[in-house]
């Protein structure tokens, strides 16, 4: 499988997660965590920076720090946007929102989240599906 082949499998995977992570309905059930939904975003700002990664053919470690993602890219001369490095505030996400409860996370946060999250998945859906 090609490189823009398995981007678009990685962006496929980033929408899903965007959807699930912005879905505030799921805060009316009592059994659904703002935290778990925070992780979906962290997850979908990281996989469409795999994405691009994967677009270019930038080798990757197995990270879910998106600062590290953002990185590789710059180092290998992809442009970056002042939002997509913004993102790196969804690292805490990524582990301590699911195992931590010191975060205490409020709709607030997910509000800002999903628009960060949606600012990196649209800036990745335009590189991998129209380059």
Partial sequence: MDNKTKAKQFIKRAKSNLIRGKETSYLDLKEIAIEDLCFDLQQSAEKSLKAVLTFYGIDYPFSHKLNILIDLLEENS??????????????????EARYDDVLHLTEDVHKESVEITENVY??????????
């Fill in 122 to 131: 649209n800036w990745a859906e335009i590189i991998v599906n129209e380059k």
């Fill in 78 to 95: 992809v442009e970056i946007p002042e939002f997509v490095k913004d993102s790196v505030i969804l690292n805490a996400f990524a582990v």
